[in-house]
């Protein structure tokens, strides 16, 4: 079994994924009186032909590390966003593109991020490390499938720091 150390998330190292959602810097305009601060436009959500937007909330069982990654998944209709609605950290696997999932890549989301899997992006399941493991997911309801599954030939094991 293959041994992967999570590193912290950071949007330069998930860009090829997707977006890192999060609260950094000044915010693009103030509104309500000034009183909020609004981050604008932070994820390029893609529906694809015959696709809309739905909210559906997770309540997801927490697992711990060292975790065994067996299956990554991709939506290839659309985009997906998961925004915790907790204040943990939470574990995030993707793969890197092919027809078959490539060098598999793990990050410790921090209290606050969130974030956009772009259109066919391999990746884990949906992974809290604490109780409790709500998420409101963002991403694309339709008629047609949008989920395909790969099971790995060697589980690898993720470890923290």
């Known amino acids: 079994m293959t041994t992967l150390m999570a590193q912290p998330l950071s949007a330069a190292a998930f860009t090829p994924f997707g977006e890192l959602l999060e609260i950094t810097g000044q915010p693009d305009r103030l509104i309500n009186q000034g009183l ?3 981050y604008h436009d932070r994820a390029k959500l893609d529906f694809g032909p015959g696709g809309r937007a739905g909210i559906s909330l997770f ?3 927490p697992r711990a590390l060292p975790y065994t990654l067996d299956m990554v998944e991709r939506h290839p209709e659309g985009s997906q966003a998961f925004i915790p609605m ?3 950290p939470w574990l995030v696997i993707v793969a890197e593109p092919g027809d078959i999932p490539g060098p598999i890549h793990a990050f410790i989301a921090a209290p606050g ?3 956009n899997l772009h259109r066919g ?3 884990g399941v949906l992974t809290p490390l604490h109780a409790p493991g709500l998420f409101a997911v963002v991403d694309r309801i ?3 499938a949008n ?3 790969h099971w790995l030939d060697l589980p690898i094991l993720i470890i923290g720091e």
Request: hydrophobic share 25%; aromatic share 4%; with cysteine.
């Open 142 to 144: 339709g008629e047609t």
């Open 113 to 115: 991020q969130a974030i």
């Open 86 to 88: 907790h204040r943990n």
């Open 147 to 149: 989920l395909q599954e």
């Open 59 to 61: 309540d997801a069982q």
């Open 121 to 123: 992006t391999w990746h």
């Open 36 to 38: 909020c601060g609004r």
